[in-house]
């Protein structure tokens, strides 16, 4: 074995035997066609990085059908979270460019949202961004908002949505989609409309009306 960066030899120290690529849901008669890696990690002292003996090729693992999303997972929210706040204590909290490399969702990147901060996230699986586009051409032609992303930012769409006139507006794609088939909803409920919270305390929440009275999240699935 050696490492991906020295090239210099390493031994392996575990092995997991045969396993299959992670989410990679297959179908029935597909089980015996799935495919199998040899999984087995080593370490380089040089760098001090873990690593894998081998893995399968990318193509394999992130493409159309890769059904994964950082937010799903409130454990690796509050990850991000964390490293974010490492990230500002120790390099500075106006950073002016933030790079990642396998952004996902976004979720890290969110942390360091802010007019200061150009932030621009690189992800190989391409099916969320093809919807997005998909739903920015067809909305060009009605009267509907395809909400795109800010300047100065790069979003990978896992979440697509439009902006209507009214309440009015809204609530009439609502019924129209629904009822031909087409899983649409209203962005949010406000928290102090929810019958927990009816007698809390809230501040202006003008903007906020104002989104949940326009916004509607339309299908962001990755079978789309």
Known sequence: MRCKITKKRI??????GKMPIANGFIKKENFKKEFFFKMEVGFSKDLSLFQLNDHPKPTKMFNENYPFFTSSSKYMVKHFKDY????KKN?????STIIEIGSNDGSFLKNFKSKKTKILGIEPSKNVADLANKYQTFFKSIDY???K????????YWLNSIVLKDKQQRDKFLEETNSNGVMTRPIWTLMNKLEMFKNAQFDDLANSMWIEERVVNIPSSVRV
Not at 11 to 16: E, I, L, Y
Not at 149 to 156: D, G, L
């Open 91 to 95: 390099y500075g909290k106006n950073l």
């Open 84 to 87: 974010s706040k490492w990230v």
């Open 145 to 147: 908002n395809f909400f």
């Open 11 to 16: 031994k392996p120290f575990m092995s997991f």
């Open 149 to 156: 992303e800010p300047e100065n930012s790069k979003s990978n």
